[in-house]
């Protein structure tokens, strides 16, 4: 492990898995041989991190989370405590689904509230906000901002996290906390200028 790696006595990584320069690896996580988790990255106590599952740069995982085959965080996801992930539609215990397990990925910035279920086969985008306790059954755009069950969109997010106010009918909008400008498209939100803050604070 690099020099200022740090895992917890508590937890089990497999010397198999791949752990990025600088990650921590707080109390009783277990972390599977072929897993590949990336720099900086924070895994809070209780996270389970199975073999096929890949975590890019400084993403961070709140408590008792379990990453399962084929899930994948880009860089700078959060995933918030208690949030769930699947890798098969119709699991039974006694006939093996594991030729049927579905990619989920989490796109670069995004957030994962506390108690959220994300379905397999979804594709979350970049810097898009799943609300506390929402049930997500399919995409997310990028910069959109769900919540409910089943989720459904309601509204869009800045890239740092603060809601867009008074989109409707309007063809660019700023944000009145950073200053990162977006247009609005028939596509969905496009950033035109984003304004970096303080990045990667100390975990």
């Given at each position: 492990?690099?020099?200022?790696?740090?895992?917890?006595?508590?937890?089990?990584?497999?010397?198999?898995?791949?752990?990025?320069?600088?990650?921590?690896?707080?109390?009783?996580c277990t972390v599977l041989a072929g897993a590949e988790i990336g720099e900086?990255?924070?895994?809070?106590a209780n996270v389970f991190?199975?073999?096929?599952?890949?975590?890019?740069?400084?993403?961070k995982v709140k408590n008792n989370v379990s990453i399962y085959d084929l899930v994948e965080l880009e860089d700078d996801v959060f995933?918030?405590?208690?949030?769930?992930?699947?890798?098969?539609l119709t699991p039974r215990s006694?006939?093996?689904?594991?030729?049927?397990?579905?990619?989920?990925l989490v796109r670069q910035g995004a957030t994962i509230g506390a108690n959220a279920t994300v379905v397999c086969g979804s594709v979350i985008g970049r810097y898009a906000m799943v609300?506390?306790?929402?049930?997500?059954?399919?995409?997310?755009?990028?910069?959109?901002?769900?919540?409910?069950?089943p989720a459904r969109q309601h509204g869009w997010?800045?890239?740092?996290?603060?809601?867009?106010?008074d989109t409707d009918g309007v063809h660019e909008v700023a944000c009145s906390h950073c200053g990162s400008r977006y247009a609005l498209t028939p596509a969905g939100l496009v950033d035109l200028e984003l304004k970096p803050q303080a990045q990667h604070p100390e975990k």
């Amino acid at each position: 492990m690099p020099g200022d790696t740090f895992i917890h006595p508590s937890s089990e990584v497999s010397p198999q898995a791949k752990i990025g320069q600088g990650t921590k690896i707080w109390q009783h996580c277990t972390v599977l041989a072929g897993a590949e988790i990336g720099e900086g990255c924070m895994l809070s106590a209780n996270v389970f991190v199975e073999g096929r599952a890949r975590l890019g740069k400084h993403v961070k995982v709140k408590n008792n989370v379990s990453i399962y085959d084929l899930v994948e965080l880009e860089d700078d996801v959060f995933i918030g405590p208690s949030a769930v992930f699947t890798n098969v539609l119709t699991p039974r215990s006694h006939w093996s689904r594991k030729d049927d397990f579905l990619r989920t990925l989490v796109r670069q910035g995004a957030t994962i509230g506390a108690n959220a279920t994300v379905v397999c086969g979804s594709v979350i985008g970049r810097y898009a906000m799943v609300g506390a306790g929402s049930v997500v059954t399919g995409d997310v755009p990028d910069f959109a901002l769900v919540y409910g069950v089943p989720a459904r969109q309601h509204g869009w997010v800045c890239y740092c996290g603060e809601r867009l106010v008074d989109t409707d009918g309007v063809h660019e909008v700023a944000c009145s906390h950073c200053g990162s400008r977006y247009a609005l498209t028939p596509a969905g939100l496009v950033d035109l200028e984003l304004k970096p803050q303080a990045q990667h604070p100390e975990k």
